[in-house]
């Protein structure tokens, strides 16, 4: 690691230091959000909500933190749950590898450390799924370890504060900000230290619309000083997600029931509900699957009907009916769907344990994703019209 010297950094004066770690807690103590997790230093619920929070809004956590208690109280009540009610109990968060990570950590906590969860810092970060930054703000936060919680709030105060020229959204300069806030940090109140730096980030020194005039370390901050604040932080633009085509069957039988079928390839969902999915490899223009506009059948698309009915081995009777495409973002795919609607008779039959008829009152006991839920609120709204 560079000195911070070589990235043109000029840390303050202890006095300064000493200074600006008073401003910024006083106006924390006045200012600081009542949230159910910082009302307790049970290090296994700091854990859960800060895995939560990661690309997720405070306002959409506190739900489902306080669901995700009541249903695993204890970390051996994590380690020994069920898949298909973790997935449940996270169904619309996203980024489900965050549940099963932190399943496994669970089961880490359990064998490694006789169900105790870890009170030092590196004890911390050798759990599954736990990087520098939740195991800092573990650390400080439940143990009161002068540990720094590096995120993107974060940096983004710190890269005002100094006029850090690197790039935020390089991992390779995520050691900048770690080497400026471990001289930073207040050693008595570390926890309420780094919180209090999330709270300005999320808020007053957001990325979008922030208002420097009223932050409480403007006097600090040099950005705001030198009127730089807007070329801080310094972030490029990321890599466009990649736009992938699928076709997806919505086929009910004789009873009035859904098919639904069960990821089980490990990839992006596993593990969670939907109705049949076939990846398209032909772009979309060349088919015209994916026109938003409700458009005659194409001969071509036969060719997915028979690969449900190979694949399957049910021979719907394929209706005309169109439906708007079905879109959803992850971070890095956008997916584009097309709905085909099926009726099939004489359905007891099933060609795999991972897929099952399910009734439209019983499909919320299933874990379903966004996307799945964005198909049924597409089928089930236009057939309404």
Known sequence: MKNLKDYGIEMWDKAKIISFRKTLLNWYDLEKRDLPWRRTKNP????????????TQVVTVIPYYERFLEWFPK?????????????????????YS??????????????????????????????????????GAIASIAFDLPEPAVDGNVMRVIARLFEVNADIGDPKNRGIFQEIMTILIDPDRP??????????????????NPRPEESPIRAFNA???????????????????KTLYFQ????????????????????????????????????????????????????????????FERNYQYQPKWTSSQFEVVKHT?????????????????SDHL???????????????????????????????????
Do not use: C
């Open 330 to 346: 992850f971070s890095h795919q956008k997916w584009h769907i097309r709905l085909k609607e099926g009726f099939v008779k004489n």
């Open 44 to 55: 296994y619920h700091i854990w859960i909500s800060e895995i939560m929070l990661q690309q």
């Open 248 to 307: 997806a069957f919505v086929i009910q039988n004789e009873k009035n029931e859904f098919l639904l079928e069960k990821n089980t390839s490990g990839r992006l969902l596993g593990g969670f509900w939907s109705f049949p999915l076939i990846e398209q490899s032909i772009e979309p223009q060349q088919l015209n699957l994916f026109n938003t506009e409700k458009t005659v059948e194409q001969p071509r698309l036969m060719s997915q009907e028979k690969n």
């Open 98 to 135: 965050r549940v099963r990570n932190m399943q496994a950590a669970a089961k880490q906590i359990m064998t490694e450390f006789n169900g105790v969860f870890p009170s030092h810092y590196h004890s911390i970060l050798s759990l599954k799924g736990i990087g520098p930054y939740t195991a």
């Open 351 to 385: 060609t795999s344990e991972n897929i099952t008829w399910v009734k439209i009152k019983d499909l919320e006991k299933f874990p379903l994703a966004t996307p799945q839920k964005k198909m049924m609120a597409t089928y089930f709204n236009e057939n309404k019209n």
């Open 191 to 208: 926890g309420d230290f780094n919180q209090a730096l999330m709270d300005l980030g999320t808020d007053i020194e957001s990325a979008k």
């Open 75 to 95: 970390i051996d009540d994590l380690a020994n749950a069920d898949e298909e009610r973790l997935l449940k109990a996270w169904e619309g968060l996203g980024y």
């Open 223 to 241: 950005a705001y000083l030198h009127q730089t604040y807007d070329k801080y932080p310094i972030k490029l633009p990321k890599k466009k997600p």
